[in-house]
């Protein structure tokens, strides 16, 4: 970030997962960071300066969550090198450690830990109207003596205490600028030993407040009660547990919420949908019509509006599932999700903590595969990583979508059920190739681990609306950001293939043909000739097999720079004007009249159509996705692996598919 | 007895961790150690993972890393 300055003492945020961090975060920097009530949800470093109403002089870094000291992946093993030393940012001057009060003794181990290694600490209690709520509270400066470090009770979501911890981090980084704190080992007894001595501190500085003193002197007697009351997780998320979590309810409620996810991304966003795409529609008629037919309005209404059209008209969908999944992460819900799908996962070689990447692969694989990296063991992680991309992400429901117009013309009821199954297959295979992966899993993934499951179940809480639409927006914005770019630039380019070098063919002049028929008649011997047609021929025999030609074949290779691009491909390919009608009316109309190679044979009929379905579920056409992977998985191996292994299935299958389906009479 | 003996809503208290087993570090991180009040929440369709209540906050906890737990009512 161009506003960090690297001489300026480093201040860094340090806790347990959902320990209120980012939130902090948040407010000391004015950013506005996902915090979701989920474990994990930090999974990267993010640094900025403070906000300058603090007048602080310094860089503030928030740090991906963890338990203890002691790393517990490769992952973690960065997360906590980076907090001695940070390759950029070199050593804090104090880190601000964040204790969840009403998980007190579980998230002062941390505390401890870091305050035997050496390092400057200030801790930031946070929760304490949970805490209240059970009538106790924390002495601070008890607690302060105790671990001999400054202490304040914060709420970094009204802003209580925070001038108070400001102070605090003047006052220390006045004292020194650079941590001298080095590495420590901690064996099973020494975290005996600390929780012995939190357990002593819990005692002398957690006191009742509701009670008068003489109360209060006979409880110091009696210091079991007291822990006891205190350890009582939250009555209500023991209630709604009490359903979530049952062994048949949970099991029931899990799938409807599940099932609900994805009606609702189908059936609410569809009008949206189609709402874009009338817009860019009639945007693209309007540039056409009222100027002369030249590459330039060509390059405008196909090239730019028509490949800015596919990127947006999907938007919805995205929104939706961003919105929704925000809202069961933020809930707490999503914890308890991946603790009742922890067996049968197990079975596939997968882990509990497999359900949210899975999840979020539907949306698009980029997140979801960062996501994986709360997965702690490593041959569960790759594996995840591994069939993230059989999820069928939001970038594929164009295409699906243009597909079953085709196939299903006006039925839209059975289309959303036909979808339903795409998406069940991808989920389906997912699982047998997890399984053929995981007992290959010394050739594939070359990582054995102890395999283990233990998480916190987080409170429930009612989802905050503004968090949740202020992260769905960020990530649209960002998706647009990220996908757009490259969408717009595939598109010209292919735009630029199909229209140059033949671009003004010479066609004879007939009398009896009208503008329109001319038009037609220019394009389709513009595109014979053009480069895409000189790429397309080397294609056409792996094509062929599948009962598809060249044009197929060219938007299928533009495809990996995103997979919706098929859609703006497709058009490009098979010129679609479309005055009036919306881009998939008038792409299905020009599918319908397409012919193989100069034969009087459709191109695309029901079997090529479900061929091409069922290549698209299997086949890895992604390269951010091949590009994050490469950097997750630390090397090239899993990615190529994934491409051959994907693109051989999705052409196999597309081949069987294709010729089973003629064999059966159906052409 | 073991942890995952514990039927639903039963507390016992945790007496020692298996310190040879694989997970018994992370046990110990989480919270669990000898002499802690625990409770049994619940147990998933499976029977696996489950749930306990613990230090005042629940954890989900897979059968296997629970076998490190030995606890007595």
């Known amino acids: ?13 340090v806790g347990p997962p959902n320990s209120g961090k980012t939130t902090l975060f948040n407010y000391l920097s004015g ?93 930031a209690l946070t929760m304490n109207d949970i805490l209240e709520g059970k009538k106790f509270t924390v002495k601070e400066t008890e607690l302060a003596k105790r671990l001999k470090c400054k202490v304040v009770k914060i709420n970094p979501r009204t802003g209580y205490g925070i001038d108070k911890l400001i102070e605090y981090v003047k006052e220390e980084t006045a004292i020194s600028n650079l941590s001298t704190a080095v590495a420590k080992e901690f064996e099973d007894e020494s975290i005996i030993k600390i929780y012995k001595e939190i357990e002593e501190i819990e005692n002398n500085v957690i006191e009742r407040n509701d009670q008068t003193n003489l109360e209060k002197a006979n409880e110091s007697l009696q210091i079991k009660g007291q822990t006891s009351a205190l350890n009582k997780p939250d009555e209500l998320t023991l209630k709604i547990d009490s359903l979530l979590l049952h062994k048949y309810w949970g099991l029931i409620t899990f799938a409807t919420v599940m099932g609900l996810l994805f009606a609702s991304i189908f059936w609410i966003a569809s009008p949206l949908m189609d709402l874009v795409d009338s817009l860019f529609q009639s945007l693209s008629s309007l540039v056409v019509s009222g100027h002369e037919h030249n590459w330039f309005t060509d390059l405008v209404s196909s090239g730019i509006i028509g490949g800015t059209g596919a990127v947006l008209v999907f938007l919805p969908q995205i929104i939706m599932l961003f919105f929704i999944l925000g809202l069961l992460e933020d809930s707490g819900y999503l914890a308890r999700g991946a603790m009742l799908i922890d067996k049968p996962l197990s079975k596939l070689g997968l882990n509990g903590r497999s ?23 490593k041959k569960e992680r790759l594996l995840t990583i591994f069939i993230i991309p059989l999820m069928s992400c939001s970038a594929r429901l164009p295409v699906y979508g243009l597909l079953l117009s085709f196939l299903l013309p006006g039925k839209f009821l059975l289309s959303g059920i036909i979808l339903s199954l795409i998406y069940l297959f991808g989920i389906l295979s997912s699982f047998v190739i997890s399984v053929i992966i995981n007992k290959y899993q010394k050739v594939f993934l070359k990582a054995e681990d102890n395999s283990s499951f233990i998480m916190e179940l987080p409170v429930y809480r009612i989802p905050k609306l503004k968090n949740v639409l202020n992260n769905t927006y960020n990530n649209a914005i960002q998706y647009v950001k990220k996908a757009g770019p490259i969408i717009l630039v595939f598109s010209i380019l292919i735009w630029a293939l199909t229209y140059f070098p033949n671009n003004n063919p010479v066609v004879p002049n007939e009398e009896n043909l009208n503008t329109e028929q001319i038009q037609e008649l220019i394009d389709s011997d513009r595109i014979a000739n053009s480069y895409a047609s000189e790429i397309g021929k080397f294609i056409e025999p792996v094509m062929k097999p599948i009962g598809l030609d060249w044009r197929v074949g060219v938007s299928l290779i533009a495809t990996f720079a995103a997979r919706e691009v098929f859609v703006s491909s497709l058009a490009l390919m098979f010129k679609i004007t479309g005055e009036g009608d919306n881009i998939n009316e008038s792409l299905v109309n020009a599918m319908r009249e397409a012919k193989y190679g100069g034969t009087g044979r459709p191109l695309f009929t029901t079997a090529t159509t479900i061929g091409l379905i069922v290549f698209f579920v299997f086949a890895l056409q992604c390269i951010s996705t091949i590009a994050i992977t490469r950097k997750e998985t630390g090397g090239w191996r899993i990615p190529i692996l994934q491409i051959v292994f994907y693109s051989g299935i999705a052409y196999l299958f597309t081949f069987l598919t294709v010729n089973g389906l003629n064999l059966l009479g159906i052409s | 007895m073991k942890l995952s003996d514990l039927h639903s809503g039963q507390t016992a208290k945790i007496t020692k961790i298996d310190l040879l087993h694989p997970s018994s570090f992370r046990v110990l991180e989480y919270g669990f150690t000898p002499g802690q009040e625990i409770k049994l929440i619940n147990r998933s369709f499976f029977n696996d993972p489950l749930a306990v209540s613990l230090r005042g906050t629940l954890i989900a906890i897979r059968k296997n890393d629970a076998e490190c737990i030995d606890v007595t009512l």
């Open chain 1, 1 to 13: 970030m161009s506003q960090t300055n690297l001489n300026l003492p480093l201040i860094t945020l």
């Open chain 1, 31 to 123: 950013k506005k960071y996902k915090t979701v009530n989920y474990p994990g949800s930090t999974i990267e470093y993010s640094i900025t300066k403070f906000l300058d109403r603090f007048e602080i002089g310094g860089n503030l870094m928030d740090s991906p969550g963890i338990v203890s000291m002691v790393p517990n992946s490769p992952d973690e093993e960065v997360t906590i090198s980076n907090l001695y030393d940070h390759p950029v940012y070199g050593k804090p001057a104090v880190l601000v450690v964040t204790v969840d009060v009403s998980q007190f003794s579980r998230h002062l181990l941390l505390v401890k830990q870091i305050l035997e290694c050496g390092f400057r600490v200030i801790v």
């Open chain 1, 355 to 377: 359900f949210v990447p899975m999840l979020s692969g539907f949306a698009c694989a980029i997140p979801a595969i960062m996501a994986a990296r709360t997965i702690t063991n």
